[in-house]
């Protein structure tokens, strides 16, 4: 079966730009998360989204990052504008439904974003 | 909610049997003890789940005592290709569940010729 599939790969923005991410989850599954991945640290939950509407956004930077989840398949995920501390791997993630103990999360291989 | 502790690093040798304990004192019933694993430049992957007891697949062996306050992820015979980071969770089973998955900051696994 095909993965969750990311874009772009990589990112190079100066800080006050915007930018924006994009992610297909794996065909089926209801739940789609956003994760940040600081260098060395574990993946941070940015929001969860079940079909098109979100579950959980609490540690989401409402001033300058936004998600949706239109139709319930792909999101995008969007900064603007863009500080030196969201350099970092943006991760995208789906599973079947939330309430899975933890298994069949699948993720993708992220987007790394570096401002400067 | 379950925080789990696991060590920051350790390092093995191919062909050793590499365990990494984890300790969730905090655990509530209805939370699973989920392992993940990630290489460089890629996003975590799925290892091995389980509840209580014993679970083994193909890949490792996670075993939880009886208080489910702890438990300790098993890889037999490391191999190079094992180096990696090994992330400990637990997270809610049930339909209720509307938790997701919180990550530490994991065991940074070596493995050496």
């Known amino acids: 079966e095909a993965g969750v599939a990311q874009s772009p790969r990589y990112k190079i923005i100066e800080k006050r730009q915007s930018v924006a991410f994009w992610c297909n989850p794996i065909s089926g599954h209801a739940t789609l998360y956003w994760y940040q991945q600081i260098l060395g640290q574990g993946p941070k939950l940015l929001i969860q989204f079940q079909n098109n509407g979100v579950v959980d956004d609490s540690q989401l930077p409402k001033d300058r990052f936004s998600a949706e989840r239109l139709k319930g398949v792909d999101s995008t995920l969007k900064i603007q504008p863009a500080k030196l501390e969201d350099s970092a791997v943006y991760l995208c993630a789906s599973s079947l439904g939330p309430g899975t103990g933890g298994y069949g999360y699948t993720f993708g291989s992220g987007t790394r974003l570096t401002v400067v | 909610l379950a925080k789990t502790t696991q060590p920051i690093s350790m390092d093995s040798y191919e062909g050793q049997e590499v365990n990494i304990t984890c300790s969730h004192n905090n655990i509530a019933t209805n939370d699973y003890i989920t392992w993940y694993q990630q290489f460089p430049s890629q996003g975590p992957r799925f290892i091995i789940q389980g509840y209580k007891t014993k679970v083994t697949n193909e890949v490792a062996s996670l075993f939880i005592p009886a208080d489910r306050k702890s438990s300790t992820l098993s890889l037999p015979r490391v191999s190079l290709s094992d180096t990696a980071v090994y992330y400990c969770?637990?997270?809610?089973?049930?339909?209720?569940?509307?938790?997701?998955?919180?990550f530490g900051s994991g065991t940074r696994l070596q493995v050496q010729p």
């Open positions: 969770l637990v997270a809610e089973l049930g339909d209720t569940g509307r938790r997701a998955l919180t």
